[in-house]
């Protein structure tokens, strides 16, 4: 199979899925991540345009660990809106090029506007690319109307799993992956006093107390008219 992971900033998919995401690419399956937002606000000391260029950096390092194939929309932190036609047809290019089996996203409700416009952004452009004459200057081929699967909120807030992946046997490259983005990691242990990657190893291990493993990640499917399917989508 062939799974893409949209993420808003440059660490959400890290957080939320890339043990799901690096289980995939053991099984043999072609993952690609994108992030919507370049993260250029998520610091008080590095200013917005040099920040823009380390988390890059920092996300394509991440997707190096796993193995995915990074893409990057970069549009500014609090500007993320499904109503950017520029953004949800540059999305909807990526998800014609990628032309994923699974995409993996945001809730529709999280603690912030970024994360729930990417989810709604995602599920414009992926109906989007699978439309013939939707962005005709378009050179990839159309998809289908792809299956999208929620990953889990910040801390877990407000979001009950339907399904659970074991990544027990991942959890290091989850983390590893995470600790690539260090502008986030190190200015939230300075300025907020959160262990950022213990915080998420607990979340994981919260959701494997939950399905009775050691680490898990969370999703809910989408149940939207043409999102179904009787298959076994997450490994």
């Known amino acids: 199979m062939k799974i893409l992971g949209v993420g808003c900033h440059p660490d959400d998919l890290e957080i939320a899925c890339y043990g799901t995401l690096a289980k995939y690419v053991r099984l043999g399956h072609e993952v690609a991540v994108c992030h919507i937002?370049?993260?250029n606000l998520g610091h008080v000391?590095?200013?917005?345009?040099?920040?823009?260029?380390?988390?890059?950096?920092?996300?394509?390092?991440?997707?190096?660990?796993?193995?995915?194939?990074?893409?990057?929309?970069?549009i500014g932190d609090l500007y993320v809106t499904a109503e950017n036609d520029e953004l949800v047809r540059r999305l909807a290019k990526v998800i014609r090029e990628v032309q994923p089996d699974l995409i993996i996203t945001h809730n529709e409700h999280d603690y912030m506007n970024d994360h729930m416009q990417a989810y709604y952004a995602t599920l414009r452009a992926s109906f989007g690319a699978s439309i013939p004459h939707y962005d005709l200057a378009a050179k990839e081929p159309v998809t289908g109307v792809t299956p999208i699967?929620?990953?889990?909120?910040?801390?877990?807030?407000?979001?009950?799993?339907?399904?659970?992946?074991?990544?027990?046997?991942?959890?290091?490259?989850?983390l590893e992956a995470l600790s690539c983005h260090r502008s986030q990691v190190q200015w939230m242990l300075e300025h907020d006093q959160i262990d950022f990657l213990d915080f998420t190893r607990t979340c994981s291990r919260v959701r494997g107390f939950q399905s009775g493993v050691a680490y898990a990640e969370g999703f809910r499917p989408n149940?939207?008219?043409?999102?179904m399917t009787t298959k076994r989508l997450l490994p």
């Open 149 to 174: 699967y929620h990953m889990d909120t910040v801390a877990g807030t407000g979001f009950i799993p339907t399904e659970y992946v074991d990544i027990s046997d991942v959890i290091d490259v989850k």
């Open 45 to 74: 000391e590095i200013a917005p345009d040099e920040l823009r260029k380390v988390r890059w950096r920092e996300a394509d390092e991440a997707a190096k660990v796993i193995g995915a194939a990074h893409y990057a929309i970069d």
């Open 37 to 39: 937002a370049n993260g």
């Open 223 to 227: 149940h939207n008219y043409m999102r």
